[in-house]
């Protein structure tokens, strides 16, 4: 079994935390790790907030490619605001970032790319 510690960062401005369901899965040359909800015990995605979650695969999924991650409502829609997400593989590898700056609103799935450039650059859509 494959641990990748994920972190995931919430946006700062007003309304950017949301109380309803995130889902990550983590996109690899050789593979894909489980679809796993982001459920930490109390809240999770909190305004401003940089949550950390383990997320794990039967196996090494190789170079990470891309980070899916999406939103469904829980009761009521919340939007969110989702900074960027980072990963770090088993064994300390190095830490990618994945920028993401980008609203997520009703039931959404995302596809990110790893970008090791400035986030400036990211932010232009
Ligand atoms: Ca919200």
Known sequence: MEVY??????????YSGTNN??????VGEKGESERTVLDNPGLDFCRGAVDEYK?????????????????????LEDNWFCRYVTVEPPG???????PCYRWFIGDTKVEIREATVPCKFCCVD
């Not at 369901?21 to 983590?26: G, K, N, R």
């Not at 300390?92 to 994945?98: C, M, S």
């Open 5 to 14: 510690t994920v972190k995931v960062a919430t946006g700062t401005s007003e």
């Open 21 to 26: 369901y995130i889902y990550v899965t983590l």
């Open 55 to 75: 997320v794990t695969s039967p196996s090494p999924l190789g170079p990470l490619l891309l980070v899916r991650l999406e939103k469904q409502r829980y009761w």
């Open 92 to 98: 300390g590898d190095t830490v990618l970032t994945f």
